[in-house]
């Protein structure tokens, strides 16, 4: 009884701030800065945190960020409600960084630095590093589709609607991304456990 209390109480507070979304954006389409400001105090952290393990630079993050957020400022009026507020904030944010991503080449992050910082014997973190060496190989699209399914906590049906592609499109990107990460790590020599660990196999 507690367990089912407990999930219908998370639902409802998922529910509830989805609500609120609405809500702020709605105001937001009226010029309404408080509103803004609002969900510019909710959004940006996420935003800069998704963006920044893209780009691997705190400025071009940041500026990221900022211009996904002015978009939606300039462009909150033309929410129809068809998805959560969030989708569609991180719908702007996916074109957004897929223009980045190709503009840059695909330039793979480099985690050196902090690896430097980090205790040698701290296997999780070891394993991380791999993983995002890894999808920092993968082609723009399942970069960013793993990104917005494993980083983001989105479903397969808000991946898709915050990429303006089918379902089926994010499930056929999905496996090609743990195929080709699978390969990437087989090749990198990195133990079969560790590897499993983050494969699900």
């Known amino acids: 009884m507690t367990a089912n209390m407990s999930v219908v109480e998370s639902n409802k507070s998922s529910s509830d701030k989805a609500a609120v979304d609405v809500l702020l954006l709605q105001r937001v389409a009226k010029r309404d800065r408080g509103a803004f400001e609002e969900l510019f105090e909710i959004y940006h952290p996420r935003l800069f945190s998704f963006l920044f393990r893209l780009t691997s ?3 071009a993050a940041e500026e990221l960020a ?3 957020l002015l978009t ?3 462009d909150a009026g033309r929410f129809r409600g068809a998805s959560k507020v969030s989708t569609w904030i991180f719908g702007i944010a996916y074109r957004q960084a897929l223009a980045h991503l190709r503009k840059h080449r695909f330039q793979a992050r480099s985690i050196r630095d902090e690896d430097a910082m980090v205790s040698a014997g701290d296997a999780r973190l070891e394993r991380e590093d791999w993983v995002r060496q890894g999808i920092d190989t993968l082609p723009a699209k399942q970069k960013l589709t793993v990104m917005l399914v494993y980083f ?3 479903t397969c049906e808000e991946t898709a609607t915050a990429s303006g592609v089918p379902v089926s499109t994010v499930k056929t990107r ?3 991304a743990r195929k080709n ?3 990437y790590l087989t090749a990198s020599g990195i133990p079969e456990d560790r590897r499993k660990e983050f494969l699900n196999e």
């Open 181 to 183: 990460l699978k390969e």
């Open 174 to 176: 999905m496996f090609h």
């Open 57 to 59: 630079s705190h400025s």
């Open 152 to 154: 983001l906590g989105l």
């Open 66 to 68: 900022n211009d996904v």
């Open 72 to 74: 939606l400022w300039k």
